[in-house]
């Protein structure tokens, strides 16, 4: 009797996902054939259940597109992972988006590791396969940790063990939520860079905070010029030149941006005339992120 090696999940999964909770699973045919504990097991998609406490709300569809396409040609190389709920139901641990991907594809079936996990595990799981995502900006690393500290109820060091970071590095993501929504946003939206969202970090003041920013946006500003600034703000060098720069109208409209950013989660730009006439936008990165406006606005 043999055994097929287990594929890597990652230090935070593998150590979660332990093989000793692996439970033996059947495939899916008339016959009920019986599998290795620790092999694939081919479960037809319509049986899988999504995973609840999955973070991750929003999927590229060009992206997840392109994902079906390859599945096509040359089928799903990387099996999810489910757990058993019931008799024919399952429910899914990690590989969201190559579920996604396979049911655009057409498939009926899809190759998955059927494990043990409870609740507490899941949403962990969930959390750190969102946090290993090479494409994962700042904002939802920060807010991946934030709650698995909160849900998880872990402390900061074990919480770096699990995604195998230093304290330290945890610490400034968190760091990154006590900035102000409009901030948040341009770092999830890649306007301005984890660099830039540190120096902004040291400046106490919001109203200073949400200065430094407008200039970062406006001037391009690379993260030394701006270290620069923060410099100069917080010495007193630059206190003439933020009373001088700042407009008490304009500032007004930017606390509005930053009070509806907050509220929709997506930045806002209001753009007001000379006369007081204007417009409010509100950016959306896909149908489903409109739709999610749209429920707001109880469309």
Same mark, same amino acid.
Not at 31 to 40: I, Y
Not at 42 to 67: C, G, S, T
Not at 172 to 195: A, E, F, H
Not at 229 to 239: D, E, K, P
């Given at each position: 009797?043999?055994?097929?090696?287990?594929?890597?999940?990652?230090?935070?999964?593998?150590?979660?996902?332990?093989?000793?909770?692996? $439970?033996? %699973?059947?495939?899916? &045919?008339?016959?009920? =054939?019986?599998? *290795?504990?620790?092999?694939?097991?081919?479960?037809?998609? @319509?049986?899988?259940?999504?995973?609840?406490?999955?973070?991750?709300?929003?999927?590229?569809?060009?992206?997840?597109?392109?994902?079906?396409?390859?599945?096509?040609?040359?089928?799903?190389?990387?099996?999810?992972?489910?757990?058993?709920?019931?008799?024919?139901?399952?429910?899914l641990i990690s590989g969201e988006r190559r579920l996604r991907a396979s049911k655009l594809a057409g498939l009926m079936e899809?190759?998955?590791? $059927?494990? %043990?996990?409870?609740? &507490?595990?899941?949403? =962990?799981?969930? *959390?750190?396969?969102?946090?290993?995502?090479?494409?994962? @900006?700042?904002?939802?690393?920060?807010?991946?940790?934030?709650?698995?500290?909160?849900?998880?109820?872990?402390?900061?060091?074990?919480?770096?063990?699990?995604?195998?970071?230093?304290?330290?590095?945890?610490?400034?993501?968190?760091?990154?939520?006590?900035?102000?929504?409009?901030?948040?946003?341009?770092?999830?939206?890649?306007?301005?860079?984890?660099?830039?969202?540190?120096?902004?970090?040291?400046?106490?003041?919001?109203?200073?905070?949400?200065?430094?920013?407008? =200039?970062?946006?406006?001037?391009?500003?690379?993260?030394?010029?701006?270290?620069?600034?923060?410099?100069?703000?917080?010495?007193?060098?630059?206190?003439?030149?933020?009373?001088?720069?700042?407009?008490?109208?304009?500032?007004?409209?930017?606390?509005?941006?930053?009070?509806?950013?907050?509220?929709?989660?997506?930045?806002?730009r209001l753009k007001v005339q000379s006369k007081g006439a204007g417009s409010i936008e509100i950016p959306f990165l896909s149908e489903e992120d409109l739709n999610r406006i749209l429920e707001m606005l109880d469309w």
């Amino acid at each position: 009797m043999t055994y097929q090696k287990k594929i890597g999940l990652g230090k935070g999964l593998s150590a979660l996902l332990d093989d000793t909770n692996t $439970v033996q %699973t059947t495939r899916q &045919q008339a016959d009920c =054939e019986h599998v *290795l504990l620790g092999s694939v097991s081919h479960i037809k998609i @319509n049986e899988i259940a999504v995973n609840p406490f999955q973070p991750r709300v929003e999927f590229d569809l060009a992206a997840l597109q392109e994902l079906a396409e390859s599945i096509k040609l040359q089928g799903l190389i990387q099996p999810i992972t489910v757990r058993k709920i019931g008799a024919d139901s399952y429910q899914l641990i990690s590989g969201e988006r190559r579920l996604r991907a396979s049911k655009l594809a057409g498939l009926m079936e899809i190759p998955a590791y $059927v494990r %043990t996990a409870n609740d &507490q595990q899941m949403l =962990e799981l969930a *959390l750190i396969e969102n946090i290993q995502r090479e494409n994962l @900006n700042a904002i939802e690393i920060a807010l991946s940790f934030h709650r698995m500290i909160e849900e998880c109820n872990l402390k900061q060091e074990e919480l770096g063990d699990r995604v195998s970071k230093n304290r330290s590095t945890v610490t400034n993501y968190l760091r990154l939520l006590k900035l102000p929504p409009t901030i948040q946003v341009s770092v999830r939206d890649g306007d301005i860079s984890m660099g830039h969202a540190r120096a902004l970090i040291s400046v106490e003041d919001v109203d200073k905070q949400l200065y430094v920013h407008g =200039e970062i946006i406006s001037k391009g500003l690379s993260v030394r010029k701006v270290e620069e600034l923060v410099r100069s703000i917080q010495n007193g060098t630059a206190q003439k030149m933020f009373r001088e720069k700042q407009n008490p109208a304009p500032f007004q409209y930017q606390k509005i941006e930053d009070t509806l950013a907050s509220k929709f989660g997506s930045r806002v730009r209001l753009k007001v005339q000379s006369k007081g006439a204007g417009s409010i936008e509100i950016p959306f990165l896909s149908e489903e992120d409109l739709n999610r406006i749209l429920e707001m606005l109880d469309w």
